[in-house]
């Protein structure tokens, strides 16, 4: 038999699957098909949006899987998740049986979507998709039900190959790793807005179950992975889980599974993380210490892990039971800035901080985003750098929030971009620091735009036409709010557009079109000609953009 698996794309609290990434969920039910015995194929939105033939394999399949879903609104640059609306339309063109399945499924099946589903699906997985369709494949039944951790550990196995067909694989594709699931918060209920504290009791994973399914992509050729499928990686097999929410970090777990990773894959290209509660960090801070030289040690530069914060509001802090508190917060960005700081081989420095906040949680007043900005202000006073401030409006997937004070969180919003971002950035990725292997994505009129493989990666434009598809490196010469404007180094002079030689600091847009027009030059030519017409301390600056 066989089942398409379509990859509608994820962005949960801790999961994230939007091109260049590949979340779990589609490679776990890959797993299922085959360790059922059965015929899996994989497809994405993209494979139906753009009309591609291998979408009629799709349509023809006996079962037909989809999984999807963005609990986290966000900015993508290449694609998007799929819609509601595309979701209903493709399921409406398939002949075979289907099942919907990821966080879509979960948290969309109430009310007038409940009824859509259900004229469109055969089935509705509300808990793990992958244990569903195993069941339905293997004859079992149609059980609702968690998959067991030695379920878990082979579906996450038998699932590697299903990387092999996604678009730009291996270069440009980086695969989304589990550490456990559920929050160490959920005794107390977690955060009022977040899913993951529903899951229940966290579920760790063993290291070597962790080990053996990045093994298996790397030895398919994968080469980026991010440890981002957890609420908080320094909780990871922490002691104290289910009598505190802030249990005592695990060193030598998380030395374990790190080391483990680099012993049976040491030609890793990328290993980045995602989440960490700030309170777990604050409120053991030595263990948080050896924890945070492990992965600054053992992941590559330009890492992130993103704090949680929300909001610097008390009154909203306690209304929905957040994470952690202002001074807790700077606590634990203040120790990822005493070993994260050093920069990079690929030009950033190894280890910061992110910041999340929401608008439109319960409790907010006009004052909540003047104690927001204060707070980053206060950041930025200190020195701390911080790689990305991340503001949205909350979700409603648990509960109702409405943002009442939207003036003020726009504006909140534009002096955060305006006045800490772009500071921010140009001490985090200064002037003339080389940025390596950027994958250029798309074009918008004549700039190119693309990104290192990374989490939270920097946008970069190119303010010329580059081929798609390539690694480049760039040297940055300015700076946006949220990106950079790169030119790429070292630049050939004798092959370049003119529009790159226009866009190199300090080059007279006549001097650069004699360059064009008296192509090729040899390095020494070149040099005696930026000489003879800037001077030599001029041309010597100059020299440096090209090879």
């Not at 750098?385 to 726009?410: D, M, P, T």
């Not at 772009?422 to 074009?443: A, D, F, G, Q, S």
């Not at 939270?456 to 303010?463: D, I, N, R």
């Not at 020494?524 to 030599?536: D, F």
Request: hydrophobic share 40%; with cysteine; net charge neutral.
């Amino acid at each position: 038999m066989r089942v398409a698996i379509v990859d509608c794309y994820v962005d949960e609290p801790s999961v994230l699957g939007v091109p260049p990434y590949i979340s779990p969920y589609p490679r776990y039910a890959w797993g299922a098909v085959v360790s059922a015995g059965h015929e899996p194929v994989y497809a994405t939105v993209d494979t139906w949006r753009r009309k591609e033939k291998f979408w009629e394999k799709v349509r023809n399949a006996d079962i037909v899987y989809f999984t999807g879903g963005a609990l986290v609104p966000g900015k993508y640059l290449r694609t998007m998740p799929a819609s509601m609306h595309e979701i209903l339309a493709m399921a409406g063109e398939v002949e075979g049986k289907k099942i919907l399945a990821g966080p879509v499924a979960r948290f969309s099946y109430t009310g007038r979507v409940r009824r859509e589903l259900e004229d469109r699906f055969d089935w509705i997985a509300v808990k793990d998709g992958e244990a569903l369709v195993y069941d339905i494949l293997s004859g079992e039944g149609t059980l609702h039900r968690r998959k067991s951790s030695t379920e878990w550990r082979r579906w996450a196995q038998a699932g590697a190959p299903c990387i092999q067909f996604v678009k730009d694989f291996p270069s440009a594709v980086i695969a989304e790793i589990e550490t456990y699931k559920g929050c160490v918060r959920w005794i107390s209920g977690g955060c009022s807005f977040c899913t993951d504290v529903l899951f229940g009791e966290p579920v760790f994973r063993e290291p070597a179950a962790v080990v053996e399914e990045i093994a298996v992509m790397y030895n398919l050729g994968l080469r980026n992975f991010r440890i981002g499928g957890q609420t908080c990686i320094y909780s990871y097999m922490a002691d104290g889980v289910g009598e505190t929410e802030t249990p005592e970090p695990n060193p030598g777990m998380i030395k374990k599974l790190f080391s483990g990773i680099w012993t049976a894959c040491p030609e890793i290209e990328v290993l980045h993380l995602d989440n960490a509660n700030p309170a777990v960090i604050a409120t053991h801070p030595e263990k948080a210490r050896e924890v945070t030289k492990i992965l600054v040690e053992h992941t590559t530069p330009g890492n992130v892990v993103a704090f949680g914060m929300e909001s610097a509001d008390p009154v909203v802090i306690e209304r929905n039971n957040l994470n952690a508190t202002p001074d807790q917060v700077m606590k634990a960005v203040e120790i990822l800035n005493e070993f994260g700081r050093a920069r990079g081989e690929n030009g950033l420095p190894l280890l910061l901080p992110g910041i999340n906040f929401l608008g439109g949680l319960d409790g907010e007043t006009k004052n909540t985003y003047r104690l927001n900005y204060a707070f980053l202000e206060e950041v930025l006073r200190k020195d701390l750098w911080v790689r990305r401030i991340n503001i949205r409006q909350v979700a409603g997937v648990r509960k109702e929030f409405r943002l009442r004070h939207r003036s003020e969180f726009q504006h909140f919003k534009f002096l955060v971009r305006k006045n800490i971002d772009m500071p921010m950035l140009r001490r985090v990725v200064p002037e003339n620091t080389v940025l390596k292997r950027i994958w250029t994505e798309v074009h918008e009129g004549k700039t190119t735009f693309g990104r290192q493989i990374a989490t939270y990666p920097l946008l970069a434009g190119f303010p010329y036409q580059i081929q798609l598809g390539k690694f480049v490196d760039g040297i940055i010469i300015g700076h946006g709010e949220r990106s950079i404007t790169c030119i790429e180094y070292p630049l050939d002079v004798n092959r370049c557009p003119l529009a790159a030689l226009n866009a190199v600091p300090g080059l007279p847009k006549k001097l650069a079109g004699d360059i064009v027009a008296g192509r090729p030059f040899k390095p020494e030519e070149l040099a005696a000609l930026l000489k003879a017409r800037l001077g030599e301390a001029e041309a010597r600056a100059l020299l440096k953009y090209f090879s």
